[in-house]
């Protein structure tokens, strides 16, 4: 199985920054511990967890969130969008790659037939949870 690193941070904890940086990007609110525990797959307490290093790493801040009080919003700091980018760039690079080796016929047909086990995938969970709810 192949492997990858990410220099300076865990999969999970690039996925969360990566999820965080880019509703920063799109201007859009950032997700909260339950929102990122859905997008994630993972639980809350393992997303504040999560959070939690990259806190005492100093890659994000908790604020108060301006509208209510009591809820708070995670904001990646300068210094962890910098590292994100640049695992990002980094990701890129070894894709684009992979990509020049594969050739785009087979990277096309590659595509295609992933994108067919995505969707055959989503029907048998949408099916899984309608025999669930019966």
Not at 35 to 54: D, E, I, K, M, W
Not at 62 to 88: F, K, M, N, W, Y
Request: contains cysteine.
């Amino acid at each position: 199985a192949a492997h990858m690193e990410l220099p300076g941070l865990t999969k999970m904890e690039f996925y969360t920054m990566n999820l965080l940086l880019r509703s920063q990007e799109e201007g859009t609110e950032a997700p909260g511990v339950k929102s990122l525990a859905g997008r994630l797959n993972c639980t809350a307490p393992g997303v504040s967890r999560v959070l939690g290093h990259l806190e005492e790493r100093g890659l994000v801040r908790r604020e108060v969130h301006s509208q209510d009080r009591r809820g708070t919003r995670v904001v990646v700091t300068p210094e962890g969008e910098a590292l994100t980018c640049r695992i990002r760039q980094e990701m890129m690079a070894r894709f684009q790659r992979v990509y020049e080796v594969m050739g785009s016929q087979d990277m096309e047909t590659f595509l295609t037939l992933w994108n067919k086990l995505m969707d055959i995938m989503e029907e048998e969970y949408q099916r899984g949870k309608e025999e669930t709810l019966c």
